[in-house]
């Protein structure tokens, strides 16, 4: 697979042949303690790992576990999963999408999305994601330590934890979520919102000759239902609705009114079975992304709805260019900064882009259905608008090594050394 372009930081070349390959003037050791065991700090620890850093990660559960319906992976996140060597394992059930389409209550097409193989969609099972990622990080020599919860840090890079214990390193990533304790504690929360809508997802099963790979995304009146197969064996689904959709958010599903509001779907929603869990849709905004030698990554950093599919991809990529980062320029609170700068304004660009699209095609009563049929098609057919909606997935990421790193790249499905 064809590699974007490296962007690496201006400084010494970041170590990758080994831990013992010191670089000028980095001031040693090169310590960091990763504050959350889910998707972004399991990336951000492996690739640190990797680049020959000692890594402790705290998780406050008592096991590393999660929630198994699917995920959306584009080609950011997928180029970022292979750097670190874990996208096959991630990817090895994933159903390759080729196109995502929006239709209305009848029926009617009002966007498709085609993927083509330079900008990929790839929908597994998360649970198939986050085995990747654990395994990932033990190879690369990650130490984890669960039933940790950390409860607040100094920007000299001080963890603070419910036992009562401390620890300090020269790195601190925030991992910790939508409600991070860590930023907070850091007074970095410039905004979060509760979006007013939410969703149940769920896997289903396949059934034999269900070849669809197209990402469908329906919608009648205020309930949206995303149809996506991730595997040979499951479907995955999305629910979405207000949060005072008593009926829509009910667990377990409430059959009966979803077929209501998608008639056309009742074969789909036939199959539903107890399973499920519901979220609120949130919003998170970061005065900075760093203090001193903590940085806050993933939904902490910027947690965003899914709309677009890009929080966990965007996660991966900042958290990429995060150990390129902090391991090419000696001083770590100057390497944050220079971070931050680097791949906030995608971020933000994508976050601003993701709400505008959930408030063109979310909560729309019945009554003004065709109304939203037209908004809906008018927007995206904007001139503007697709290059704006896409362009996480389309820019080039920073942190791709020139070399294999310290361990784990080995399993990637391309030659590293290929990477430009």
């Known amino acids: ?62 096991d590393l576990r999660m929630f198994g319906a699917g995920i959306w992976l584009w080609e950011n996140g997928l180029r970022s999963l292979e750097a670190i060597g874990v996208l096959d394992a991630a990817v090895y059930r994933g159903q390759r999408m080729s196109a995502w ?56 890079g001080t963890v603070s934890f419910g036992d009562g214990s401390a620890a300090k390193a020269s790195l601190v990533v925030a991992a910790d979520g939508l409600r991070s304790r860590l930023r907070e504690s850091l007074r970095l929360t410039k905004g979060h919102r509760d979006l007013g809508n939410g969703a149940i997802r769920l896997l289903i099963p396949r ?11 329906h919608w009648s009146g205020s309930r949206g239902l995303l149809y996506n197969p991730c595997s040979d064996d499951y479907v995955y689904l999305c629910m979405v609705c207000s949060q005072q959709d008593t009926e829509g958010r009910q667990l377990p599903v409430n059959k009966a009114s979803w077929t209501a509001s998608h008639p056309r779907l009742a074969p789909v929603i036939e199959r539903i079975g107890s399973e499920g869990r ?13 203090a ?71 909560v729309w009563p019945a009554a003004l259905e065709d109304v939203r049929s037209a908004a809906v098609s008018a927007f995206v057919r904007a001139p503007f608008v697709e290059t704006m909606l896409n362009r996480a997935q389309r820019t080039n990421l920073r942190g791709l090594l020139s070399r294999p790193a310290t361990r784990g790249l080995a399993r990637g499905p391309s030659d590293p050394s290929s990477a430009a």
């Open 1 to 62: 697979m064809s590699s974007p372009a490296s962007h690496s930081p201006a400084g010494p070349d970041p170590a990758g042949s080994g831990a013992a390959a010191e670089q000028p003037g980095y001031r040693y050791p090169r310590d960091a303690i990763v504050v959350g065991g889910g998707l972004a700090g399991l990336f951000a620890a492996t690739a640190l790992a990797q680049r020959g850093w000692s890594v402790r990660v705290h998780e406050q559960a008592a």
């Open 101 to 156: 389409e929006i239709r209305d209550r009848r029926g009617r097409l009002l966007r498709r999305r085609e993927t083509p193989p330079y900008d990929r969609l790839i929908v597994p099972p998360r649970a198939d994601l986050y085995d990747a990622l654990k395994s990932g990080a033990k190879e690369a020599g990650v130490e984890i330590v669960t039933n940790s919860q950390a409860l607040r840090a100094r920007p000299d």
């Open 207 to 217: 059934l034999p000759g269900e070849a669809r790979d197209v990402a469908e995304e």
């Open 278 to 290: 519901w979220d609120n849709f949130e919003t998170v905004e970061a005065v900075r992304w760093s």
């Open 292 to 362: 001193g030698r903590v940085a806050v990554v993933g939904d902490a950093a910027h947690g965003q709805p899914p709309w677009l599919g890009q929080a966990a991809n965007l996660a991966f990529a900042n958290c990429l260019a995060l150990a390129e980062f902090v391991s090419g320029i000696s001083d770590v609170g100057l390497a944050l900064s220079a971070w931050e700068r680097a791949c906030r304004p995608v971020t933000d660009h994508t976050e601003h882009w993701t709400n505008a699209y959930g408030r063109v095609v979310g």
